[in-house]
Every structure is written in structure tokens, then in C-alpha cells.
């Protein structure tokens, strides 16, 4: 029983530290998914003029997720570097500063969630009209 006792101020420290990493997570897709809505709501007229000279679905939804990653690919090493000192060794348990599975892990899932907030604006670039689009300007 003193074990438990002993462990409970970590176990709710772990408890809220991973309900306030998954908001962080969130938080990240909600500003990435803003930030490409709006980018690809102001080039709209771009997207249209290279859909209408010929350019693809694939294009423009490839021109989209380009931009996703390199709001991305910035993040996610400036996060590993970060992780990466010393003062961070001190707040894990069990686990080493340099454990490649978890640095692995965390930055697919980043970079999943990313380009998941990134296909949205994508899909609507995709069905751009190239017609409305030209006339609007």
C-alpha cells in the first residue's frame, strides 16, 4: 500500500501531461488546417489558372500537401533538437533523451496529423472550377 502511495503524485502527473500533450496535438492540427485553408482561399485564382492550362486533381492536391510539409518537416526537427538536451533527461522515466523508437513514433504521428489537417483545404483545391474561379477576379 505505501508503494501506491508513492506513486500516485507521478500517476496523475502522467495523467495530465498526456490529456495536455493530445490538446497540444489538436491545437497544432486546428492551426495548420487554418493556416492552408486560408492560404489555398487566397490562391484560389492561382489554383485555377494551372487547372485550366492543364494541370490535374493530383497537382493541385500535391501543391496543397507541399505546403503542409513544409510547415511540417521545420516543426518537427526544431521539436527533436529540443528533445534532445540535457534538462529534458531529468522529467523521463524508463525512457533514455536518445530513444529512436519514440523520436520515430512522435514524428510520423506529427507528420500524420499534419497532412491529415492539410487534405481538407487539399480536396477543396482539387474542385476548384477553373471558370468561377477566373471570374471572380
Partial sequence: MEQLE????????TQMFGFLSVVAIVL???????????????RTHEIGVR??????ASDALGLVLKQGVKL???GILIGLAGAVTRGIGRL?????????P????VS?????VSLAACY???RRAMSVNPVRSLRNE
Fill in 120 to 122: 481538407l483545404p487539399a
Fill in 92 to 100: 523521463l522515466y524508463g525512457v533514455s533523451p536518445t530513444d529512436l
Fill in 6 to 13: 508513492g506513486v500516485a503524485p507521478w500517476r496523475i502527473f
Fill in 72 to 74: 511540417d518537416v521545420p
Fill in 28 to 42: 497544432a492540427a486546428g492551426g495548420i488546417y487554418g493556416v492552408v485553408s486560408y492560404t489555398v482561399s487566397r
Fill in 102 to 105: 519514440t523520436f520515430l513514433s
Fill in 108 to 112: 510520423i504521428l506529427l507528420a500524420a
Fill in 51 to 56: 487547372i485550366a492550362v492543364g494541370a490535374g
